[in-house]
């Protein structure tokens, strides 16, 4: 079995079953975003995106109930995040990030499961996102979920201009999708 075949179990047997990952075991996971994340999550934050939120950001979105954050923990480190908030019936996702050097291990898979599930605990019935045109690796994962290209919204983003995709995901309270692989 592939290492990334038995990392995916670890991710699945956390998520599934609640368990709780003891420190220095390398499972993974996932918990809701508090207050003491802001400040590690603002530093992945401005390493992943060229024009970042900002703490305040983090830190109103960590207190409104209808936004949803979760950060993802690898060895007791702080190594992802991702949020969504509603509108109507459907999930907004705002933000999906990882630490470069844990990018590829299937955190941001687990992350953006997280958000799909607690979009359907929610009763929504869709989600949407949007995603720069060339962030290819972004694009490939939110596929694999199931989303489908919806439309662009050119110059999108005010630090460079780059044009934005809008992905959607409907269906979400017809089947429970399995995690991608």
Partial sequence: MSAMGAFLRRIRAVLSHGERAAPGDGALRIRAMCHYD???VVAIENASFGAPWRQASFARAVADPHHNFFVAELDGRLVGYAGMWVEG?????AKVAVTEGYRRRGIGTALLQQLLDQARRLGLAQAYLEVRRGNLAAQQLYRRFGFRFERVQHNAYADDGEDALVFILGGLLEVSRPLAT
């Fill in 38 to 40: 802001v400040s590690p």
């Fill in 89 to 93: 019936n459907q999930a907004h996702i």
